[in-house]
């Protein structure tokens, strides 16, 4: 039964480009969440997405973006990088089929690393 | 005032005690909690779900008190193994969408 994948593993990047992390959610789920995790602190909320749609977000500009496919599976973007955008990106599945009070299982995480 | 606060410790501890962590939150409207364990440089995994009558896995024991808006673990025994970060965990807000709120995460070091 594989877990949450997520691709690639590390990145590293410069000021202004632009990047794209990618999830695939633990077979079964059909809910993911994005977060983002600087050094020494826990993780923030950015998005979460069910059936294709953005269903909710946290305090983070539109400068970060995300898609949901068909197959659960999705992406975050993130447009005109900056330094502060460092950090652990880490993804969540649930399945919001049986509430939406159901522990979230997090992927290993894509390291982005902003130079 | 955060969302959710922990002390970030560290805590350091000898094999065989008994530590306890303590959580805030401020969403009175919150209905589901947990406690996930983060090892260094890897992804958080969900320790336990905190239920409102208090649950025990082991030598792991949550309590909630919703009044005073507080949560705990109790780690009994304590094992080198236990050493990670200790991430408190509220599902924000009262229609438990999912929406997780981290607290900054309390930091435990077992040692021999």
């Known amino acids: 039964d594989a877990g949450v994948t997520q691709s690639p593993t590390h990145l590293i990047k410069t000021r202004g480009q632009q990047v794209t992390l990618r999830c695939s959610p633990k077979s079964g789920h059909d809910t993911v969440s994005w977060y983002q995790q600087a050094l020494g602190q826990g993780p923030q909320f950015i998005f979460q997405?069910?059936?294709?749609?953005?269903?909710q977000r946290g305090n983070f500009p539109d400068r970060f973006s995300g898609h949901q496919f068909p197959n659960y599976s999705s992406e975050l973007n993130v447009n005109a990088l900056l330094l502060g955008d460092s950090a652990l990106y880490l993804c969540?599945?649930?399945?919001?089929?049986?509430?939406?009070?159901?522990?979230?299982?997090f992927g290993d995480g894509t390291r982005l690393s902003i130079l | 005032r955060k969302e959710v606060e922990q002390d970030p410790g560290p805590f350091n501890v000898p094999e065989g005690a008994t530590v306890a962590f303590n959580c805030t939150y401020s969403n009175s409207a919150s209905q589901s909690f947990f406690w996930y364990r983060q090892d260094c440089r890897k992804e958080p995994k969900l320790l336990m779900s905190?239920?409102?009558s208090g649950n025990e896995d082991g030598r792991f024991t949550a309590q909630l008190n919703r009044a005073s808006q507080y949560i705990s673990l109790l780690i009994r025994d304590s094992k080198l193994s236990d050493s990670a970060t200790y991430l408190c965990v509220v599902n924000w807000g009262s229609s438990n969408t999912g929406k997780l709120i981290f607290g900054q995460g309390t930091t435990l070091q077992v040692k021999p």
């Open positions: 969540a599945s649930s399945l919001l089929g049986q509430g939406g009070n159901q522990p979230q299982h």
């Open positions: 997405y069910y059936e294709e749609e953005e269903r």
């Open positions: 905190v239920y409102s």
